[in-house]
């Protein structure tokens, strides 16, 4: 028994005062340093009462340590390391599924990130092309506008410049033949002058035929009026048809305000598409950033697993070097004899050496119950990783809706924009027709 506290003692002491303080700052080998200086505390007390009871003389114990207290000690400490080995194994196996769950999602966010990247680069150059060729629509529809307006302007200033100059002669000629057609009227009721005949002939050719029409020989007064008349009815036709095209032409003013507004809200709408565009690439990196923190966690996890490998391989060594120790006391304590007195002093010391073996005992096993707690909390800190993969998957799981329903919407606008360009194209149907149907396809997909 002395031999075997002796050996102990200095096995502990060595282990304890070689031994630095653990530098890694993880909470489980602080405990274990702790239980290895209460184990010296142990030691030293034994070492002083063995020392106190060598006095009396060497004695052997027939049965050295009790049989049963080894053994039980032997047992929990067996079950405590298939525990830890157990737990290892789960956490191992915890910490792998999740890289390997983490390197899938992060090959297909790479993936859907790419097709994303290429739909939108597509996309965009479609729509594009689609602003281009509206605009080179408008540009032609506003040249034939102008091309419209500049025609009617000269036509009507054509118009009015041939009937002031018209009107013109006609008054200097009525001035000039204006005494001496009285007198011929009076002469002959039923015919007119010369000069009336030829003034009323070039009003004819001007507004109701052409140079190669054939010249009246002569004109009554029947003949004289109706002429005028018709002048007059022409005149007024001129106007109403310079009226309706006045009207046509302001018609296409508010048919051009109309497609340009239609152009203007599908600016805007692309211009919001590129606001929520680059909202969704933040958003991106924002994940991104969080999927880097969780690798950084993996890696202090994984840092923290080997220390705790390195410490459980230290006391494996350790607890073999004292099963060694043991053997070799059993073997001392077989060729060792004493008196019969002495004998049942060292029981007696041995049966107090057990109860504080016992009370270590119960010390020891409330130590290995903190160390399962710490091992609680780190099953927790893997329990709290795996929900914050579960929420990157949800997370993923949302943009994908999103990037599904902006593919969705894009689909409609890619439509939307064929049928503008088919009804653009067509050139059966009249300009209010066409607006109507773009109208329509504006309020669609607005």
Not at 51 to 75: E, I, R, T, W, Y
Not at 82 to 106: S, V
Not at 347 to 373: G, I, N, V, Y
Not at 430 to 437: D, E, F, G, Q, T
């Amino acid at each position: 028994m002395k031999k075997f506290i002796f050996v102990i003692l200095v096995l502990a002491g060595h282990s304890i005062h070689s031994a630095q303080k653990p530098s890694c700052g993880m909470v489980f080998c602080m405990h274990m340093s702790e239980q290895f200086e209460d184990l010296l505390k142990y030691c030293q007390t034994m070492q002083a009462r063995q020392s106190s009871a060598a006095a009396v003389g060497p004695a052997v114990a027939s049965n050295g340590v009790d049989p049963d207290v080894h053994q039980d000690v032997l047992k929990r400490i067996a079950e405590l390391e298939a525990q830890i080995k157990e737990d290892k194994g789960k956490y191992d196996l915890a910490l792998q599924t999740a890289q390997e769950q983490l390197l899938r999602q992060q090959e297909d966010a790479r993936k859907k990130q790419d097709a994303l990247k290429k739909n939108f680069h597509d996309q965009t150059m479609k729509m594009t092309r689609d602003v281009a060729d509206l605009r080179k629509v408008k540009e032609a529809l506003e040249q034939e506008h102008k091309s419209l307006g500049e025609d009617l302007k000269k036509a009507m200033t054509d118009v009015r410049q041939n009937v002031m100059t018209f009107m013109q002669e006609r008054e200097k000629k009525e001035r000039e033949s204006k005494s001496w057609a009285d007198v011929a009227v009076q002469a002959s009721s039923t015919h007119i002058t010369p000069t009336e005949r030829d003034l009323l002939h070039q009003l004819w050719q001007l507004l109701c035929g052409d140079q190669s029409s054939p010249t009246p020989k002569e004109y009554g007064v029947d003949a004289y009026e109706a002429a005028i008349q018709t002048v007059m009815e022409k005149i007024r036709e001129n106007r109403a048809q310079l009226a309706a095209r006045e009207q046509d032409l302001d018609e296409l003013e508010v048919e051009k305000e109309k497609y340009k507004h239609a152009y203007e809200e599908v600016i805007a709408w692309k211009t919001a598409h590129d606001t929520n565009q680059s909202s969704w690439m933040e958003e991106k990196e924002n994940l991104l950033a969080e999927l880097g923190h969780s690798r950084e966690e993996i890696g202090e996890i994984r840092d923290k697993n080997s220390a705790l490998e390195k410490e459980i391989a230290r006391i494996n060594k350790e607890k073999t070097a004292l099963l060694s120790e043991v053997d070799s006391l059993r073997d001392g304590q077989k060729a060792l004899s004493g008196s019969k007195d002495d004998l049942k002093k060292e029981l007696e010391e041995a049966r107090l050496a057990e109860r504080e073996a016992r009370s270590a005992e119960r010390a020891m096993l409330d130590k290995f119950s903190e160390t399962e707690r710490e091992l609680e909390s780190v099953r927790k800190e893997n329990a709290a990783l795996e929900t914050t993969v579960q929420e990157l998957e949800r997370e993923g799981k949302r943009l994908d809706d999103e990037e599904y329903s902006e593919a969705q919407q894009l689909g409609d606008l890619r439509h939307g924009m064929g049928q503008l360009a088919s009804i653009l194209a067509d050139q059966d149907e009249s300009p209010k027709r066409k607006l109507a149907l773009i109208e329509e396809i504006v309020s669609q997909h607005s």
